[in-house]
């Protein structure tokens, strides 16, 4: 874990200038706007942002809805508790009930599981890499007795339930923008640097921001800030995980190859040429597992390129002298 240290002060003091210089002279806004998720990620963007402009100037915005545990709400309330934050929170439940978010779902659960109903609990978990063969998804439902079902996802129902619940993401993110245009804001992005990577983030969603303080930051880098810059215990010590699904779920089971430590270590050696076989020594792996990880990162890369991309134009259109 060597190769992940950072000088904290010395990376809090440059991310928070260089806001400053943002703010003032590419974005031109009086302050910013961050959605508070209760990870880590967004406590060490909000806590940035005050380290920038101080709490006065940092606007926080709570959003839970239906499936949120509820330690993303008392999390977040940490945060803004602690920075003394003008804040608000926005239950977008009832809007995303009105949008049929949880209907077009649970739709598409009901097409493996037919007896799933309102008071069961879901999730999607990701099957296959760990063990090196092809990447798959499986549905998890939870009976209100507890009993637990998996069933393999076909393509058809596996987009239509992403596709419900990336409306989660797109929702916060135009609450967040409204916030921003009165207070005239901007809206604070909160990926690390996997998330950014990967593509790990919704489109026009939790992925659309003004300025993301963390993207070049290793989740674990970002978990080093957050204790340098005093976060709550609760959340320095905190396992990531996507608060997307009813049941819980972490972010390797849904998304990465690996846990996100293993993950940082593995992209930082896939991005400076380290060759697998050193990365399988590194994480006490075979080799074939370690050659897998890095086609998947590849693989991820390739697949999200449309994430990263602005709207495209039948021909360049230029904008001033």
Known sequence: MDILKIDEKAEVGRIADKLIDLLRNKLHRRGLVVGISG????????????????????????????DSSSESVSYGQ????????????????????????????????RKL?????????????????????????????????????????????????VAATNYKQRIRKTVEYFHADRLNYAV????????????????????????????????????????????PEEICNSTPSTDTYSMPQGQDEFYYTL??????????????????????????IDEEHANFIYKDIEAKRSATQYHHMNPLLIEDVKIGS
């Open 78 to 109: 940490l945060v803004v508790d602690k920075f003394g934050l003008d804040h608000t929170m926005e239950n977008i439940g009832p809007t995303l009930e009105a949008i049929g978010c949880y209907r077009w779902r649970d739709e598409a659960i």
């Open 188 to 231: 604070v992005g909160t990926p690390n640097r996997v998330e950014y990577d990967q593509g790990f983030f919704v489109k026009n969603g939790d992925g659309s921001a003004d300025v993301k303080p963390i993207a070049h930051l290793y989740k674990t880098q970002v978990y080093a800030l957050a204790r340098y810059l005093g976060l």
């Open 113 to 161: 599981f037919p007896e799933y109903g309102d008071d069961w609990k879901c999730k999607i978990a990701i099957a296959g890499q760990r063990k090196g063969t092809i990447n798959h998804f499986n549905l998890v439902v939870q009976s209100p007795t507890g009993e637990i079902s998996e069933k393999r996802m076909g393509l058809k129902e596996y987009l239509q339930v």
């Open 39 to 66: 990870g880590v990620d967004s406590a060490v963007s909000t806590a940035l942002c005050v380290e920038a402009l101080g709490a006065k100037r940092v606007f926080g915005i709570l959003m839970p809805e239906h």
């Open 259 to 284: 846990p996100y430590d293993k993950m940082d270590v593995a992209l930082w050696n896939y991005n400076h040429g380290v060759s697998a076989a050193k990365l399988a020594a590194t994480l006490a």
